[in-house]
């Protein structure tokens, strides 16, 4: 059974910093494709960052670029979003998304871990 296990979601003021991560099971972690997405109250889920699965090629949106870094760690099966100067828009529940390598390929989603950017 696959899981996608979110977590280190939190309230933090502008300006702070958060880790999330997310510990994958039940297929093959090392082949699979991961980004993390985020949807904030009434808008559509957006990606925020992805990470290869061979080469660790990183992918980032714009909003987050140069605050934000993903990052694998293969023998934990984890995917893990550092989140530097932090922004009240970046408020939203953030979602761990994997591709698998098979065919056809298959995704997979976590359950979402909420972050709070606040004064």
């Known amino acids: 059974q696959v899981q996608l296990v979110e977590s280190g979601g939190d309230l933090v003021q502008p300006g702070g910093s958060l880790t999330l991560s997310c510990a994958a099971s039940?297929?093959?972690?090392?082949?699979?494709?991961m980004s993390w997405y985020r949807q904030a109250p009434g808008k559509e889920r957006e990606l925020v960052a992805s990470i290869t699965s061979t080469s660790g090629d990183t992918n980032y949106a714009d909003p987050v670029k140069g605050r934000f870094t993903i990052s694998r760690d293969n023998a934990k099966n984890t995917v893990y979003l550092q989140m530097n100067s932090l922004k009240i828009e970046d408020t939203a529940v953030y979602y761990c998304?994997?591709?698998?390598?098979?065919?056809?390929?298959?995704?997979?989603w976590g359950q979402g871990t909420q972050v709070t950017v606040s004064l």
């Open positions: 039940g297929f093959t972690f090392s082949w699979a494709a």
């Open positions: 998304k994997a591709v698998s390598s098979g065919w056809p390929p298959r995704s997979y």
